[in-house]
């Protein structure tokens, strides 16, 4: 397991000591729980399976309908 040393100003570890205490986690749990919460690539299982559930929402070929074409682009 690897160890990371971090520098947090005064009022950013404040309030990281209150997060973590008010979740009872040490700070180091805490750091590593943030962590993995920002490095998840998928979304989680009720927003996908919330996919389609909307019947208001209007159909793929309506949207692209309306969908105007791209504006010349700027030359690098």
Known sequence: ???VTIYL???LEAKMVAE???RRLSKSKW???VIREKLVDEWPPA???SAG???DFPAL???RSKAQ???EREPL
């Open 1 to 3: 397991m690897g160890q």
């Open 9 to 11: 100003e005064d009022e």
């Open 20 to 22: 973590a205490k008010a």
């Open 31 to 33: 750091i590593a729980t």
């Open 47 to 49: 927003v996908r399976e």
């Open 53 to 55: 559930s909307w019947d």
């Open 61 to 63: 070929e309506d949207i």
């Open 69 to 71: 074409g791209d504006i």
